[in-house]
């Protein structure tokens, strides 16, 4: 073989390589080899592994806090107190805020308004008292002045019973108060609440100033006079009404007397002595208006029991 055959046979050689070494390249560069192909599907599968474990996870996890949430919020509806919401009224001057101011220092750590700073009520006071026999209280305190009593209205759909307060010094006010707790119970929003006569004011008026309330209370039927409950917010005073006739002029008694019966109330109610000064029967009062609320139709109005 002379040189000029072995040369162009060597130049051969060396474009095949070239030319294998190009093709080789363009596959790596166009197709990846097999064992990369596995590397990268092996890698998705884990990834999206991953992500199932870690959607799972959460899931669980928010599983668990409403659980939680649940249970919290079933213990603490189990274990908390019951509240009330008591509304004390009555004339003007009969010892409301008083009675209120003597509460909080009988039954709390809340300070006291002194008795001699003590003012004629023209709004609102309140006073909350936790964990007296068991039972959240709240008491609110409206001003008895005749121009005030329309507030009463505002309150009466939330309270879950009543103290309506009497002076029981006051002779001639006695059956005025009368009236107008009538008038006040013959309103639809307080249907079931427990109302307790509170004669105030016994340490000055004695069992004679109690006697007197409980005549003028308990001596007719609650709600039974219909010139008693012709107004529902219980303002006003006592007016005498024209009795009701006839075509004839003769008394129909049978038609008053089914109108006093549609208006009476169903309530739990009781008259009681009791002495915001001394604080005899505050104690008592509040023991029976708990006792009549607790279970009560009201109650379960309210509450939803």
């Not at 604080?279 to 279970?295: D, F, L, Q, R, S």
Request: glycine share 6%; hydrophobic share 35%.
């Amino acid at each position: 073989m002379n040189s000029h055959t072995a040369s162009h046979i060597k130049k051969k050689i060396i474009a095949r390589e070239k030319n294998f070494k190009k093709s080789r390249e363009k596959e790596n560069t166009s197709t990846p080899p097999q064992h990369t192909t596995f590397l990268i599907r092996t890698n998705a599968r884990k990834d999206q592994r991953k992500n199932e474990r870690e959607r799972e996870r959460k899931k669980k996890e928010d599983q668990r806090r409403a659980m939680f949430s649940l249970i919290h919020g079933l213990c603490e509806w189990t274990f908390s107190k019951p509240e009330m919401r008591i509304l004390i009224v009555g004339l003007d001057s009969s010892g409301k805020t008083s009675m209120l101011e003597k509460m909080k220092e009988m039954f709390s750590d809340l300070q006291p308004i002194p008795k001699e700073h003590i003012k004629p009520t023209v709004g609102l006071n309140v006073a909350k008292i936790e964990n007296f026999l068991g039972v959240q209280w709240t008491f609110w305190d409206l001003g008895g002045l005749e121009r005030l009593r329309p507030i009463w209205l505002k309150y009466y759909r939330e309270s879950h019973g009543i103290f309506f307060l009497v002076d029981s010094t006051d002779e001639t006010r006695i059956d005025e108060a009368r009236v107008v707790c009538n008038r006040m119970l013959a309103n639809t929003d307080l249907l079931n609440a427990p109302v307790l006569i509170v004669a105030n004011k016994i340490d000055e008026s004695g069992l004679e100033g109690l006697t007197m309330v409980k005549t003028a209370f308990e001596s007719s039927a609650l709600n039974s006079n219909s010139n008693d409950t012709n107004r529902a917010d219980g303002t006003g005073t006592a007016t005498a009404s024209a009795p009701t006739t006839t075509k004839n002029g003769i008394l129909d008694s049978k038609k008053k007397k089914k109108k006093e019966d549609a208006s009476a109330t169903p309530i739990a109610k009781r008259v009681m002595g009791a002495s915001a000064f001394t604080g005899v029967g505050i104690k008592e009062a509040v023991e029976w208006m708990c006792n009549a609320v607790n279970g009560s139709e009201r109650q379960r109005e309210l509450d939803f029991v």
